[in-house]
């Protein structure tokens, strides 16, 4: 079982950055996928990102396409999420996510990862 921590959240002016990490213990991540999702208060959560280690060039919201960038380093067992040119409607809390093998076909669709870790707060002031 893989334990998944994020980190990197925090509050940021509106056109300012940050990089969230997503770091696994317990084992390395499955050879499939590992995405970034986001939930606003009273929102469903969505799909931010993703990243596929099948070698598929990595996805992307069209809301933050442009400006989020998805990378992973592989002997530190993380991914991260680069977030620039923030804006006040990106405030939500990020939560990383391992994904099954349905993710090689679903990538965006929550339901085929099964590990999801415990979220970091990022509040975009205006």
């Known amino acids: 079982q893989v334990q998944l921590v994020e980190s990197g959240g925090g509050l940021v002016q509106a056109g300012g950055s940050l990089r969230l990490s997503c770091a696994a213990s317990?084992?390395?991540?499955?050879?499939?996928?590992v995405g970034w999702f986001r939930q606003a208060p009273g929102k469903e959560r969505e799909f931010v990102a993703v990243i596929r280690w099948s070698g598929s060039p990595a996805d992307y919201a069209d809301s933050v396409e442009g400006r989020f960038t998805i990378s992973r380093d592989n002997a530190k067992n993380t991914v991260y999420l680069q977030m620039n040119s923030l804006k006040p409607e990106d405030t939500a809390v990020y939560y990383c996510?391992?994904?099954?093998?349905?993710?090689?076909?679903?990538?965006?669709?929550?339901?085929?990862?099964?590990?999801w870790g415990q979220g970091t707060q990022v509040t975009v002031s205006s």
């Open positions: 317990g084992r390395t991540f499955s050879r499939y996928a």
């Open positions: 996510a391992e994904g099954s093998s349905g993710s090689y076909y679903r990538p965006r669709d929550l339901k085929v990862y099964d590990y």
